[in-house]
């Protein structure tokens, strides 16, 4: 629900997009995205949505640029700061989504950088503060 309500988009679509939750669950499942990582990718996409101007308006795609942005920085970040797993690549997310060549691909991770402003840094009270913000939506 956060990627759908992040940006309002055109009705216009240039290409055959797989369905939002079809498409995430498909990621998250050949990557073997762990709770963390998605856990993280989540406070990115608020962090995102905190600095997105109310008139912004993005096209078909961007809930599906915006997921594979926020789990990309996720991965490297927790990769980073506590090597626990390998983290996602550029190409690899390429090969999987088959939607975007590698290029795109450096470009969405750059472009959600921007919009995050640079700020990946998350510490256990981040986290432990964001779940206990959204218990009921985790069902807890």
Not at 58 to 84: E, M, N, Q, V, Y
């Amino acid at each position: 629900m956060t990627l759908c309500d992040l940006i309002p988009k055109r009705q216009i679509t240039y290409r055959s997009l797989p369905e939002l939750i079809f498409f995430i669950h498909k990621v998250s499942h050949q990557t073997q995205i762990n709770c963390q990582t998605l856990l993280v990718a989540l406070i990115y996409l608020y962090r995102a949505k905190s600095r997105l101007s109310k008139r912004v308006i993005g096209s078909d795609d961007t809930p599906h640029r915006l997921f594979l942005g926020s789990i990309l920085i996720a991965s490297k970040f927790l990769w980073d700061s506590t090597w626990i797993h390998l983290p996602l690549t550029n190409r690899w997310l390429c090969e999987i989504s088959r939607m975007y060549s590698i290029e795109e691909m450096n470009q969405i991770e750059s472009a959600f950088l921007k919009l995050i402003q640079y700020k990946c840094w998350i510490d256990h009270k981040d986290l432990n503060d964001f779940v206990f913000l959204h218990r009921q939506d985790f069902f807890i």
